[in-house]
């Protein structure tokens, strides 16, 4: 079992930045492919970047490239989102998840067996 814990997220303005840390408990972090989602009011969750095991291989929404980077700590059992150029649509509780093996990464969200609680990210314009 693969608990998750995000933090960073909060109440921000459009086109400012933020940071978002998801922790793993597992020793064996660098083996789980890495993702992050997010889920607007009244929308279904959508795939936002993924990581795979080394952290050279990343794969970003089309909403997002380019304005966000996910990146991992294998050292730290940490994944990261870097997000610039905040967007008000990008208000969304933001989740990290986490899927053994996937060395490439991983968009599917079926795939993903672990799943963090979720991070609030509003942004207002």
């Known amino acids: 079992q693969v608990q998750l814990v995000e933090s960073g997220g909060g109440l921000v303005q459009a086109g400012v930045s933020l940071r978002l840390s998801c922790a793993a408990s597992?020793?064996?972090?660098?083996?789980?492919?890495m993702g992050w989602f997010r889920q607007a009011p009244g929308k279904e969750r959508e795939f936002v970047a993924t990581?795979?095991?080394?952290?050279?291989?990343?794969y970003y929404a089309d909403s997002v490239q380019g304005r966000f980077t996910i990146s991992r700590d294998n050292a730290q059992n940490t994944v990261y989102l870097q997000m610039n150029s905040l967007k008000p649509e990008g208000t969304a509780v933001y989740y990290c998840?986490?899927?053994?093996?996937?060395?490439?990464?991983?968009?599917?969200?079926?795939?993903?067996?672990?799943w963090g609680q979720g991070t609030q990210v509003t942004v207002s314009s």
């Open positions: 990581v795979g095991w080394s952290g050279s291989a990343t």
């Open positions: 597992t020793r064996t972090f660098s083996t789980y492919a």
């Open positions: 998840a986490a899927v053994l093996g996937f060395p490439g990464g991983c968009y599917s969200e079926s795939q993903f067996r672990y």
